[in-house]
C-alpha cells in the first residue's frame, strides 16, 4: 500500500487535501471518487517527505505545536468540518513530528476509534487533561466549544510562559557569558601568563599563585571535571526522580528566596486555570481534583490535592479543606468558598489564576532587578580579582628594572 497526497473538490464545490493509502494511483483516484470527489491533483508522498518522516522520529511535539494544532483543529470543528477531514488538513499542515501523531489519529477514528481513545494512545503529547476534556466535550455534544475553550486557556498558557522565560533570558545570557569567559582565561590566558612570569622569576602573590593552580587543574584534569560533571549530573537527574528526592527537590525549590515565591505562584496560576477549565466544561469536581492532582508540576501540592480528594470524598468542602492545607496561600481557599457559595466556580477559579499570573510577573520583574545590581558586584568582583592578580607581577617585575 502506498500513500498519496490528493487536492479534490467536493459536490459542494469545497476544496479538501488530505492522504490517502491505496495499491496505485488508479486505485487512490478510485478510492476518492467513491467518497464523493472530484479529483484535482494527486500524487505519492516524494523521497523528501520520507526523510522528513523518519528525521521526526527524533523530533519531538512542542507545547507550541500543540497549542497551534489545538486552535487550528478547534476552528475546523467550529466551522462545521467533520473529524476526519479537519485532521486530514492538519496531518498537511503540521510539522513533522505533530504530523506523524496526526496521522496516527486520524487513521484510529477512521478505524472506528473515539477521538478520545485515539488521544490517549499519546499521553507523550497530549495530557490527562486535554484527553479528559475531549471525552467531556464528545459526551456533551459540545466538542467544538470544548476545543474553543481549551485552544484560549493553553494560549494563555503560552503567553504566561514566555513572559517568565523572557524577563529571565537576560540573567541566564550573562551567567552564562561569565562561564565561556572564565575557562577561556582558565585554559588559553593564564597558562601563558604564567610561563612569562616563570622566566623572569617573578615573585607572584597568593592570588596569583591561586589562580594559576586553578588552570593547571582545569588544563590537566579537564577530562576528570568533565566526567564527574556528567556523572553528578546523570546522578542528580536519577535522584529527583525517586519519589523521596522529587518530594525533596520540590520543598526545597519553595523554601529558597524569591525563587520559591515564584515558584508557588506559577503553580497555583497552573492548577487553578487547569481546574477551571475541568469544572467549566463539565468534568464533576472530584474527577477534575484527580486529573490536577495527577498534572501539577510539584509534588508538594500534588500531596496537597490528592489530601484534599480525600476530603471532599468525605464530604467536607473543597474550601474548609484546602484552608487546612499550609501550601495554599489564604486567598484560594477564600476565593473558593466563594465560587462553593454562588456555583461559579470556574468563574472564580479563572480570576484566581490571573491574579497569580500577574503576582508572578510582578515577582520577575523583581527579581530581574534585584539579579542586575548583584550580577554586577560579582563581575566587579571577579574582575578584579582577575586584575590584581594579573597586574601585581607585572608591577614587581617593572620595579625590579
Known sequence: MERFVYKAKTKEGQVREGKVEARDMTSAVGVLRERGM?????????????IMQAFSLFQRVSFDDLVTFTRQFATMVGSGLSLTEGLNILELQSKPAMAKVVGEILRDIQGGATIGDALDKHREVFSGVYVSL??????????????????NTMEKQKDFRGKIKGA??????????????????????????????????????????MLIGLSDFTRNFWFVILVGSV????????????????????????????????QMEVVLAEMARTLSLLIGSGIALLEALEIVGGVVDNMVYRNAIRASIKSVKKGIPLSVTMARQEVFP?????????????????????KVANYFEIESEHTVKNLTTALEPLIMIVLGVGVGFLVISIIMPIYNLTNQF
Open 38 to 50: 472530484v479529483v484535482v491533483s494527486i500524487h505519492p508522498l516524494s523521497e523528501m517527505s520520507g
Open 134 to 151: 475531549i471525552r467531556a466535550g464528545e459526551a456533551s455534544g459540545a466538542l467544538d466549544e470544548v476545543l474553543a475553550r481549551l485552544a
Open 168 to 209: 529571565l533570558i537576560y540573567p541566564v545570557i550573562v551567567i552564562v557569558g561569565m562561564v565561556l569567559v572564565s575557562v577561556v582565561m582558565m585554559v588559553f590566558v593564564i597558562p601563558k601568563l604564567a610561563d612569562m612570569y616563570a622566566d623572569f622569576g617573578a615573585d607572584l602573590p597568593l592570588s596569583t599563585r
Open 231 to 262: 556523572v553528578a549530573t546523570l546522578g542528580f537527574m536519577y535522584w529527583k526522580r525517586t519519589p523521596k528526592g522529587e518530594l525533596a527537590f520540590d520543598k526545597a525549590m519553595l523554601k529558597m528566596p524569591v525563587f520559591g515565591k515564584l
Open 330 to 350: 489564604p486567598l484560594l481557599p477564600n476565593m473558593t468558598a466563594v465560587g462553593e457559595e454562588t456555583g461559579k466556580m470556574d468563574e472564580v477559579l479563572e
